[in-house]
Every structure is written in structure tokens, then in C-alpha cells.
């Protein structure tokens, strides 16, 4: 059984996501197994506010060449999760301002 956090495992701190915070909406990576439901639930549970919406992307590896060899960085999964309006911030993101 997965616990949230197992489901939620960093924050992502890009400027288009800093964009968001003050429309309380967070970025978060998450576990490639996870679904939206899950993702409500952990963040629900971590951070103690209420989500209106989840938005999910997977995102491939880029290719990456040494040489002659050639590999790809990790796939990673982000969930974009909306509060809803009468929910108070994440603090964590709240800092970062």
C-alpha cells in the first residue's frame, strides 16, 4: 500500500510554476503509478488543504548522447493540483515568494 508520501515525491520550483502559486495552483512530481485520485488524496492528507482539480502529464526522457553511446534521462509524471478557493495556500510554497 502506498503511503502520500510514496505518491507525492518533490515539488517542482520552475518560474511557470511559481506563476501559479498566487491562483493556488502547485506543481508537484509524482510517482509514475499514481493516479488522480491517489495524488487528491496524498496532497489532502500532506499539506491539510482541499483540491478542486488534478492535472496530470508524463513527460519522456530526452536523449542524451556520451560518444558513441546514447541513453535517456528519467520519464517523470506531474500533477498540477488546484485548490479550491476557500482553502487556505500550501506554506511551503508560501515561503518561496
Known amino acids: 500500500m502506498k503511503t502520500a508520501h510514496d505518491v507525492i515525491i ?13 491562483d493556488k495552483v ?3 512530481e509524482v510517482a509514475k503509478t499514481a493516479n488522480k485520485t491517489e495524488i487528491r488524496q496524498a ?16 513527460t519522456l526522457g530526452k536523449i542524451k548522447r556520451q560518444g558513441r553511446t546514447s541513453g535517456r534521462t528519467p520519464e517523470v509524471k506531474k500533477a498540477i493540483v488546484t485548490l479550491k478557493a476557500g482553502s487556505k495556500g500550501i506554506e511551503f510554497f508560501d515561503s518561496m515568494r
Open 10 to 22: 518533490r515539488p517542482v520550483l520552475s518560474e511557470k510554476s511559481m506563476d501559479g502559486i498566487e
Open 26 to 28: 502547485y506543481t508537484f
Open 43 to 58: 496532497v489532502e492528507e500532506v499539506f491539510d488543504v482541499k483540491v478542486a482539480k488534478v492535472n496530470t502529464l508524463r
